[in-house]
């Protein structure tokens, strides 16, 4: 079983929809978790990080946190072409330094 | 310059060669990362550390060589490497150790080994 596992992908949604990506991991110590922004050829942008259970808001994107299911997810309302990248999820390891990735979903929003 | 800045951008190196990829960060962070990230897997840790003390090799082989002179700047020192090693190597700072603020990486060194 990997640590950390993403939709495999790709995902495509039209221009206006609501895009869902989701993550389960293998840690149920893991404290911190972090979704990253990838666009080809460019390195990963840190977009949303969470850490309690629930749901943290910021501008379109949403991201929801169950660690009873051991789950997190993002969301992204009104999705936008320059929405379309590959997306990161990481979780923060009980030893410190270490963050965990998984594979990426790729979406791909069509106007 | 702001942020992650990792030169050169592009790397094309022959298996015998010696080469040294270089880190800087701007954003006064405690700790460093290289990451490798090949097609088709997931980003991979090489080496953390923490106001330059090195605190985690993965089990990374000896070819690849890390250099932390200060709490700004990082290297990745390479020898004899083999094709299979070509991927994009980030390197990444965080706040402190725990990284609970996430990663701030730079733009990466695309490498070729020929």
């Known amino acids: 079983q990997k640590e950390v596992e993403q939709n495999s992908g790709p995902l495509s949604v039209p221009e206006g929809a609501i895009a869902s990506l989701n993550c389960t991991y293998s840690?149920?110590?893991?404290?911190?978790f972090f979704w990253y922004r990838q666009y080809s050829g460019k390195s990963p942008e840190l977009i949303m990080f969470?850490?309690?259970?629930g749901d943290k808001e910021d501008g379109r994107f949403t991201a929801q946190l169950n660690k009873a299911s051991q789950y997190v997810s993002l969301l992204i309302r009104d999705s936008q072409p320059s929405d379309s990248a590959t997306y990161l999820c990481?979780?923060?390891?009980?030893?410190?330094?270490?963050?965990?990735f998984g594979d990426g979903t790729t979406l791909t929003v069509k106007p | 310059e702001t942020g992650v800045t990792q030169t050169p951008r592009h790397l094309v190196m022959g298996m015998t060669n010696k080469k040294s990829l270089k880190c800087e960060q701007h954003?006064?962070?405690?700790?460093m990362y290289w990451y490798k990230q090949s097609a088709k897997k997931p980003l991979e840790l090489m080496f953390v550390y923490s106001l330059e003390e090195r605190v985690e090799n993965n089990s990374v082989p000896s070819r690849f060589s890390p250099e932390c002179p200060n709490s700004s700047h990082l290297f990745l020192h390479l020898h004899t490497l083999q094709p299979e090693d070509s991927a994009l190597y980030l390197c990444a700072s965080s706040q402190d150790i725990l990284g609970i603020y996430g990663y701030t990486f730079g733009s990466g060194t695309r490498l070729t080994v020929v």
């Open positions: 969470i850490y309690s259970n």
């Open positions: 954003l006064g962070h405690n700790a």
């Open positions: 990481a979780v923060g390891s009980t030893n410190a330094g270490k963050s965990t």
């Open positions: 840690d149920r110590g893991s404290q911190s």
